[in-house]
């Protein structure tokens, strides 16, 4: 018995007739699709630290709780944690408002002044501006005993972005930024030490910080599937 081979044909035969498959094509869309138009969420920046100046008596350390996608300008490319995966959604992003806790531990055998400045201005690390912003409003101030004393501390604060710049900043672009840049806007967050007899801070003050950012992003992107 002959068996008849078939052809085996590309797509689904209806009637006698035959219907080719069709390649789906590739699809774009936007991550609106999946996302809302704005997310508005909590970011956290934690580090720690020795503080330290071997031949001065004042010393100091800034970051920019503004500046998500630089949080620490000494360092360099230190985004808060969560935002490169935010990044791949939006494109833009606007600190909203920002939370700070500093734990404070003298090393050194002197008493030392703690000062923590908030400001828009860049107080720098020599200790001597940021002890000098420390003095507006919005700053904080402790004195440490010497080692083996009253020796540690806890400075904390909890600030708007609009209540720093003194205006609202919804509508000033300079706030926002894309999320592969700084805002044109900077705040610094700034934490320095001044020996209370003039003394080197040979040993300094050990610390650690957890700055939390209230962070809306925005303009999501448009992705390829």
């Not at 020795?50 to 004042?58: E, F, I, M, P, Q």
């Amino acid at each position: 018995m002959n068996r008849r081979k078939f052809k085996k044909t590309t797509g689904r035969k209806r009637n006698g007739t035959s219907f080719p498959l069709t390649k789906i094509p590739r699809m774009s869309t936007y991550a609106q699709d999946v996302v809302p138009p704005t997310m508005t969420t909590r970011l956290v920046y934690p580090t720690q630290a020795r503080l330290y100046a071997g031949a001065s008596s004042t010393v100091a350390v800034r970051y920019c709780p503004n500046n998500a996608y630089d949080v620490d300008p000494n360092v360099g490319s230190t985004s808060t944690v969560g935002f490169a995966e935010f990044s791949t959604l939006y494109g833009y992003y606007r600190v909203v408002s920002f939370k700070y806790v500093f734990e404070l531990a003298n090393q050194d055998t002197i008493p030392i002044n703690c000062y923590v400045s908030v400001t828009n201005t860049d107080p720098g690390t020599t200790g001597a501006s940021n002890v000098y912003y420390a003095s507006n409003p919005l700053g904080k101030q402790v004195l440490l005993a010497a080692k083996g004393g009253q020796d540690r501390a806890r400075l904390a604060g909890s600030l708007s972005v609009a209540r720093v710049a003194g205006a609202p900043i919804e509508s000033d672009d300079d706030w926002g930024a894309l999320v592969t840049s700084s805002p044109a806007n900077i705040i610094f967050l700034g934490l320095g030490l001044r020996a209370i007899d003039g003394s080197n801070l040979t040993s300094g003050v050990s610390f650690s910080l957890k700055l939390e950012i209230i962070i809306r992003f925005y303009e999501p992107k448009k992705l390829t599937s």
